[in-house]
């Protein structure tokens, strides 16, 4: 697991461990399911294709973003399972 701001280990850091511990394939799956903020759309995509560069040998993945009606059904479902909680 790594961070994009604010904690440690950075997501840098966190793929650069996964390599260092052997790992030959990573994917990165961001938190922040939907579109339109400039962490999962800018940041995290320029510091994954940094790291692709640093290690060349690693299939390194960015699974975003995710599909929207996906996302929905997600909350759709929590909600009608938490209806009382919420």
């Not at 993945?61 to 399972?81: G, Q």
Request: a negative charge; proline letters at 5%; one cysteine or more.
């Amino acid at each position: 697991m790594g961070y994009n701001e604010f904690c440690a280990p950075t997501i840098a850091e966190a793929i650069d461990q996964a390599v260092a511990g052997g790992a030959a394939q990573i994917i990165v799956a961001p938190t922040m399911l939907l579109r339109g903020n400039q962490h999962t759309e800018a940041e995290i995509s320029a510091i994954v294709a940094e790291a692709r560069e640093q290690h060349p040998d690693v299939v390194l993945r960015y699974a975003w973003p995710f599909d929207d009606d996906r996302v929905v059904s997600l909350f759709v479902e929590h909600i009608l399972a938490n209806g009382e909680k919420c």
